[in-house]
């Protein structure tokens, strides 16, 4: 059963801490993605990655960073969270190739910003 | 700009059947997609269609109209664990996805 598993499921963080958000998939993707998810919006692309050591920015890169070391993990990075920052995040994974393009989704990782 | 629209919220009543709607403005298009997403859960892949037409697939089928830039899933023998919000997707000219902000359907018994 493929799996894209998300470190923390709730997280409680204060302004200007460096928060880390993990993401393992063991589906062998080449592409990796980030989105946010607040009531109201569809989901926006924080960055993405085609591949070990790339990174690309989406829609909202700022105030975020991430690191693709290994084909496997992407990391979400915070560098001194914000209030706004507030949300929903969820990592998914797909192959470059795939017919449907289809999205694998890990659970999510809920982040409150103090 | 590009723009994705779908109802918030819809209710229906279990065993029936229920029509969501997404209606899409974006640049270029490579494909629509369907997912659900249950309360505190990761989205989960429903459907995808890229030519125009009905695609079925169980209790669920998705039309894409690409003229009208329009799609509708169809949701038919209503089940209560069918509750979940809905979301559509479009990918646009660049192979980007741009979402909506998703449909919560309420079954009732």
């Known amino acids: 059963d493929v799996k894209v598993t998300q470190s923390s499921r709730y997280l409680v963080k204060r302004t200007g801490e460096k928060v880390f958000l993990e993401c393992v998939q063991d589906?062998?993707?080449?592409?990796m993605f980030w989105y946010r998810q607040d009531p109201g919006l569809g989901l926006r692309l924080i960055y993405f990655s085609y591949d070990v050591k790339m990174k690309e920015k989406g829609d909202i890169p700022e105030g975020y960073s991430v690191s693709r070391e290994k084909k496997e993990r992407f990391s979400l990075i915070l560098e001194s969270a914000s209030t706004n920052q507030t949300s929903m995040y969820l990592c998914a994974s797909k192959f470059p190739d795939s017919e449907t393009g289809e999205l694998f989704f890990g659970e999510g990782s809920r982040l409150t910003v103090l | 700009g590009q723009n994705i629209d779908q109802p918030t919220e819809m209710t229906a009543t279990e065993g029936a059947i229920v029509q969501i709607n997404c209606t899409y403005q974006?640049?270029?298009?490579?494909?629509l997609f369907w997912y659900q997403q249950h309360a505190g859960e990761a989205p989960t892949f429903l459907s995808y269609n890229v030519l125009d037409g009905l695609e079925e697939k169980g209790r669920f089928s998705s039309f894409l109209s690409r003229s009208k830039g329009y799609s509708y899933l169809l949701l038919k023998e209503l089940q209560m664990k069918d509750s979940a919000s809905y979301l559509c997707a479009v990918m646009d000219s660049n192979y980007q996805l741009i979402w909506g902000a998703g449909t919560k359907l309420i079954i009732k018994p």
């Open positions: 589906m062998d993707h080449e592409n």
């Open positions: 974006t640049s270029g298009f490579n494909g």
